[in-house]
């Protein structure tokens, strides 16, 4: 009677470290990329020197301003609220590409838009949005 072999297969031979990095260093030469590193690198004290100056500019402080404002409201939201709204942007910007490719709605195809609950859901958390910022617009007068 016949015994039963153990024998396992040797894993495959991955290749060297050597081979992988002559293998990246080609790939990087044939798209160019290598090059574009290679430039950069050697220019680098320019490139940083022209980015600090512009970040250094009125415009440039306005910009960091601006991102840390947008950065602290998004911490602010919490992240499923969030994933709702972009998913519901997104969504909403691909009905609004379909529609401008035909005739624009009539009348009667506005009204029956405004009985569909998402729209008058969309409708009233805009409204709920501009008055938000329509209250930090202008401060309160001292008249009241």
């Known amino acids: 009677m016949a015994q039963e072999l153990d024998y396992q297969a040797p894993p495959a031979r991955l290749p060297g470290a050597h081979a992988e990095w002559e293998h990246l260093l080609q790939t990087l030469h044939e798209t160019g990329a290598l090059r574009t590193m ?14 600090l100056d512009q970040l ?31 998913h519901g942007v997104r969504e909403g910007l691909g009905e ?14 506005l009204v ?7 729209t008058r859901r969309a409708i009233g958390g805009l409204l709920a949005l501009l008055r938000g910022v329509g209250r930090h617009l202008h401060p309160p007068s001292d008249e009241s």
């Open 38 to 51: 290679t430039d950069f690198t050697a220019r680098a004290d320019k490139v940083m020197e022209v980015a």
């Open 56 to 86: 250094n500019s009125d415009s440039g402080r306005k910009l960091i301003s601006a991102v840390l404002a947008l950065g602290k409201v998004l911490t602010e939201l919490p992240p499923d609220g969030l994933e709702r709204l972009t």
């Open 96 to 109: 609004s590409r379909d529609s401008l490719e035909g005739d624009p709605p009539g009348t009667l195809a």
């Open 112 to 118: 029956r838009m405004l009985h569909e609950p998402e």
